[in-house]
């Protein structure tokens, strides 16, 4: 972390400004869906959804599941896809300097494997009640992911 | 001429780039809509990149309309296409794995009419283009959409 944390703009059209990047959030909840997976961010010290970008050579779903194995040391297997969030009016910057409008990909996942476990990208890799992670301060734009998934609606969200 | 060539992770040796499409129906459901294109001379569903500061709905509406000149609106998103045994290498040289998100889309108005990126537009039948040779994973993607899954193929 360079002095600036990862800082998300807003503004009517804002994502222009940006380079276009694909990402993926992954929702993984516990055997009785009670709790849901968090991961700490270490460029700005919020709570997030395990996720990143996808790697050339590699599915989208392959992508997730690697995102989560390197985040949290968990191994799983993507479930079906809760949404495409690609809000036009927003716009992330990163420590350092990066300017990016992303789509995300929300997928929801099942553990098959591995221990809990924390990276260089993650200070923190937890379980929390669903309703507690709702109250928390999320990086911009989860809450909203894990809000779409808890409608259990099949049909995909497209934002 | 923009080249496609597949075979095992060929897309590491390109970047990512996000792509929209658009299965779009006739009236009575039995065909689809197909364009032409200008630098391979395939048959594809209308497509291509997203662009920054628009969303992925926006997106394939907009390309629809520049490809068809038809107005359409997004009603599903039928799935994700990344096979990463694809590589595109476009004129200028760029090579690309392509990320595609599926949309079907019904037509508010316009009238069809060519555009530069486009050499023919069509109605086919289902018929037909099970027999047709269609650009990359299209093919999928129609049948896909013929379907009805309420969840999303993720491919």
Same mark, same amino acid.
């Given at each position: 972390?360079?002095?600036?944390?990862?800082?998300?703009?807003?503004?009517?059209?804002?994502?222009?400004?940006?380079?276009?990047?694909?990402?993926?959030?992954?929702?993984?909840?516990? %055997?009785?869906?009670?709790?849901? @997976? @968090?991961?700490?961010?270490?460029?700005?010290?919020?709570?997030?959804? =395990?996720?990143?970008?996808? %790697?050339?050579? $590699?599915?989208?779903? #392959?992508?997730?599941e690697?995102?989560v194995?390197? $985040?949290?040391? @968990?191994?799983v297997k993507?479930?079906?896809?809760?949404?495409?969030?690609?809000? =036009? +009016?927003?716009? /992330?910057?990163?420590?350092?300097?990066?300017?990016?409008? /992303?789509? /995300?990909?929300?997928? $929801?996942v099942?553990r098959?494997?591995? $221990?809990?476990?924390?990276? +260089? #990208?993650?200070?923190?890799?937890?379980?929390?009640? /669903?309703?507690?992670?709702?109250?928390?301060?999320?990086?911009?734009?989860?809450?909203?992911?894990?809000? +779409?998934? @808890?409608?259990? %609606?099949?049909?995909?969200?497209?934002? | 001429?923009?080249?496609?060539?597949?075979?095992?992770?060929?897309?590491?040796?390109?970047?990512?780039?996000?792509?929209?499409?658009?299965?779009?129906?006739?009236?009575?459901?039995?065909?689809?809509?197909?364009?032409?294109?200008?630098?391979?001379?395939?048959?594809?569903?209308?497509? *291509?990149?997203? &662009?920054? *500061? !628009?969303?992925?709905?926006?997106?394939?509406?907009?390309?629809?309309?520049?490809?068809? *000149?038809?107005?359409?609106?997004?009603?599903?998103?039928?799935?994700?296409?990344?096979?990463?045994?694809?590589?595109? !290498?476009?004129?200028?040289?760029?090579?690309?794995?392509?990320?595609?998100?599926?949309? !079907?889309?019904?037509?508010?108005?316009?009238?069809?009419?060519?555009?530069?990126?486009?050499?023919?537009?069509?109605?086919?039948?289902?018929?037909?283009?099970?027999?047709?040779?269609?650009?990359?994973?299209?093919?999928?993607?129609?049948?896909?959409?013929?379907?009805?899954?309420? &969840?999303?193929?993720?491919?």
């Amino acid at each position: 972390m360079n002095g600036r944390p990862t800082e998300v703009l807003f503004g009517e059209r804002i994502g222009r400004l940006g380079q276009l990047r694909l990402g993926c959030a992954a929702v993984l909840f516990d %055997n009785e869906s009670d709790n849901i @997976l @968090l991961t700490r961010r270490s460029d700005n010290g919020q709570w997030c959804l =395990p996720g990143g970008t996808f %790697n050339p050579g $590699e599915s989208v779903a #392959e992508g997730c599941e690697r995102e989560v194995f390197e $985040e949290t040391g @968990l191994q799983v297997k993507v479930l079906r896809l809760v949404g495409v969030y690609s809000n =036009p +009016d927003q716009l /992330v910057v990163y420590p350092d300097g990066n300017k990016v409008h /992303v789509f /995300v990909l929300c997928f $929801e996942v099942r553990r098959i494997g591995g $221990e809990l476990g924390l990276s +260089d #990208e993650t200070t923190g890799a937890q379980f929390f009640p /669903v309703s507690e992670a709702l109250q928390m301060d999320l990086f911009h734009g989860h809450a909203e992911f894990i809000r +779409d998934i @808890l409608t259990g %609606n099949e049909r995909v969200f497209i934002r | 001429m923009t080249q496609i060539f597949y075979g095992e992770r060929l897309g590491r040796n390109g970047k990512i780039r996000l792509g929209c499409s658009a299965v779009i129906f006739s009236e009575d459901r039995e065909k689809v809509l197909l364009t032409q294109r200008l630098d391979n001379g395939q048959w594809c569903l209308p497509s *291509g990149g997203a &662009e920054a *500061g !628009e969303s992925a709905a926006e997106a394939c509406e907009r390309e629809v309309r520049e490809e068809t *000149g038809l107005k359409v609106r997004v009603e599903r998103l039928v799935g994700v296409y990344s096979d990463p045994n694809y590589l595109i !290498e476009y004129e200028d040289g760029n090579r690309v794995q392509v990320v595609a998100i599926n949309f !079907e889309a019904s037509i508010l108005g316009g009238e069809i009419g060519l555009s530069n990126e486009t050499t023919a537009i069509n109605y086919f039948p289902l018929h037909e283009i099970s027999r047709m040779e269609l650009t990359l994973n299209h093919k999928q993607r129609i049948l896909d959409t013929l379907t009805g899954q309420t &969840e999303a193929f993720i491919r």
